[in-house]
């Protein structure tokens, strides 16, 4: 829904300001994420972005060769999870699964 | 500086071998199958050939159609990225001159990009320029025989002066493009481009 | 959305050479101190790195073979005739000698006993290297946990090509006399000794049906070995109703590498 745009200049100021304090970078983040990668994410629960079927990663189809490793929904054959990893870095795709669920006891 | 091993001197390679070799990459006389999926099996008679041009225009071929456009048999090393290179393999196909011209009856104009389209989902990209001038087929023929479901048939792109991810298995389209946009492997950490020889293997790589 | 997670790098190591052990008159294991190893599961690999004087590089991958709970790291290494790095592993390494390698690597075809269920494990040749691992690991732990060996059962289908190139022969038999819940039973294609009953054609269907489980007590199987043999076995197992999510391969090209 597209906002009626605003001409007042004391409207515009409050929305940036407001705006500014809900802006903040990466490292913000660093905490949340850390807990989002646990040694072991086979255990989690990802919701195919396919079929919408949440299922444990761990029972989903890996193929995994040299270059690196794909990760499929044994219902609808759509890929997940992609995982691949160059010397200095691991790349992970996960806009296959619309979300991810991790136990907090896994932790 | 890496621990010198006493007392090996590798295989030196024969006159044959020296300079075919790109750099990092050993010989096999296997040939390994890496899949990132279930094998597709598309029947003949449900296969076809596309096409497409960046204004959407397309030119479809069926099974029959393909196979009875002119023929070409090549013999070239091919080199994958896992550092494997097999020398000497025999393959026939279409080239993808043949397809362009072929293509160019429909209307269809070329475009400085490429998308390889795949059943199963796979893509990879690649400039026009390298899929032109006799340096690209889709090849159904493997050996002297039939591509296997497994090596990527009934029928895959071949572009062996690339690393062979490239060589996109069960192609169903090439889709000309204005601007380049990243396959499969090169939207995850693998070089967009990958010459063998320059050893482009990752994304940074130079 | 792509995300760049950074992971910490396996770094290359010096391994130190302690023993050079003859298996089969093709195959040899390395026992190798590795400084500050990391441990490992069973199924995972290392890389291997030679380099000559000239600066030359050769690299290939080897399965561990020993189990994470010994000290000491082992890779079983098959000599193969145009080998390039397998001839210098078997034949010219010596005590003393050091080695580079990384790893561990491989985090999809492992098993540890946290896995419950049925273990069935099919090798050919020298696929039975990432296989003994598992086995060796399953003895280990089980005993130190004290479980019930019962609750996860273990059968291997090990096809080689004579009696003489069965790698880790005595081992596996000391294994089975003393396990009741772990069977072990052999295809040799090529040549039997005298007196043999066992099977003696390569592994097919008929011989995975009649070693394994059936599909409804859903066995976990780990096939290693030629690619020709993995190929064949994942097919008929999946054939015989085998769930391919339950079935991991690992194949080996005559490099002796993992991919």
Known sequence: MKRASSTSAEAGATGERFADALRVDGNAAAGILSELFVSDLTAARAKCAGCGVTRTIGALMVYAHGMGTVVRCPGCDRVVLRISRTPTHVWLDATGATSIVISRDAN | MSLISRGFRGRRQSAETAGRLPPGQYETRDFPVLSAGPTPRTALTAWNFTLQGADGRLARWTWDEFVALPRQTTTTDIHCVTKWSKFGTMWEGISVDTLLAEAAKHGIEPSPYVLARCDGGYTTNLPLADVTGGKAWIAFSYDGAPLPPEHGGPARLLVPHLYFWKSAKWVRELRLMESDAPGFWESLGYHNYGDPWREQRYAGDE | ?259
């Open chain 3, 1 to 259: 959305m792509s995300l760049n997670v950074a992971a910490p790098r396996i770094s290359w190591r010096h391994a130190t050479v302690i023993e050079v052990v003859p298996e089969t008159p093709r195959t040899r294991t390395l026992v190798l101190d590795v400084p500050e190893w990391p441990g490992h599961r069973a199924g995972q690999h290392v890389d291997v790195r030679l380099t000559a004087e000239d600066g030359y590089q050769a690299e290939r991958s080897y399965s561990i073979a020993s189990p994470p709970e010994e000290p000491r790291l082992s890779l079983t290494v098959e000599r193969l005739k145009d080998g390039e790095v397998s001839p210098y592993l078997s034949d010219e390494l010596r005590s003393g000698d050091k080695l580079e390698l990384r790893g561990p690597i491989g985090g999809y075809f492992v098993w540890d006993i946290s896995l419950s269920g049925p273990l069935l494990l099919v090798g050919g040749g020298s696929g039975i290297v990432p296989l003994m691992a598992m086995l060796r690991h399953r003895n280990a732990a089980l005993a130190a946990a004290n479980m019930e060996r019962h609750l996860m059962p273990a059968r291997l289908l090990y096809s080689s090509r004579g009696w003489d190139e069965v790698i880790y022969r005595d081992e596996l038999a000391r294994l089975a006399d003393s396990d009741r819940t772990l069977e072990v039973r052999h295809t040799l294609t090529r040549d039997q000794p005298a007196g043999w009953t066992g099977f003696r054609r390569r592994i097919d269907r008929a011989m995975l049906e009649e070693i394994s489980w059936p599909p409804s007590e859903q066995p976990r199987v780990f096939v290693c070995g030629p690619t020709p043999l993995v190929e064949a076995v994942a097919q008929s197992l999946v054939e015989l109703g085998h769930q391919p999510a339950l079935i991991k391969t690992e194949r080996f090209g005559p490099t002796g590498g993992s991919v």
